[in-house]
């Protein structure tokens, strides 16, 4: 989605309006950016075990466990993934959301 900075060409737009979409400009980017940046402050990590390889197993017992730990393994981790995923199309969602109010506001100016 593109951010639309001004409909109108720069001479029908008097000096006082312009000084005002200037500064909206400017603070919608501010408020952007720093949300951006804020986001990227904390890195979430998964809490996912990832389970010990024996190097030998004693018995079948022992190999069952070590494969449904495995599967725990890989469920915790598609888990996280899923809810980053997720994440980041509730950001991409809410930034579509912002600059397509910018651009219906820009174009009522």
Same mark, same amino acid.
């Given at each position: ?5 001004? @409909?109108? @060409?720069?001479? !029908?737009? /008097?000096?006082?309006? %312009? ?14 950016? /720093?949300?951006? %940046?804020?986001?990227?402050?904390? =890195? @979430? ?8 390889? @024996?190097? *030998? ?7 069952? =466990? ?5 599967? !725990? ?8 993934? !899923?809810? =980053? ?12 959301? %912002?600059? *397509? !109010? ?8």
């Amino acid at each position: 989605m593109r951010l639309a900075l001004s @409909p109108r @060409p720069a001479s !029908e737009i /008097s000096g006082r309006t %312009a000084a005002f979409l200037h500064m909206r400009t400017l603070l919608l980017l501010l408020a952007l950016f /720093s949300s951006f %940046a804020n986001a990227d402050s904390v =890195q @979430p990590s998964h809490d996912c075990s990832e389970p010990i390889i @024996p190097y *030998e197993f004693e018995d079948a017992y022992e190999r069952e =466990q070590f494969l449904s730990d495995v599967e !725990e393994y890989k469920s915790c981790m598609l888990e996280f993934v !899923e809810e =980053q995923r997720d994440a980041v199309r509730k950001h991409n969602s809410a930034t579509d959301d %912002a600059i *397509e !109010e910018w651009n219906v506001f820009i174009k009522s100016v």
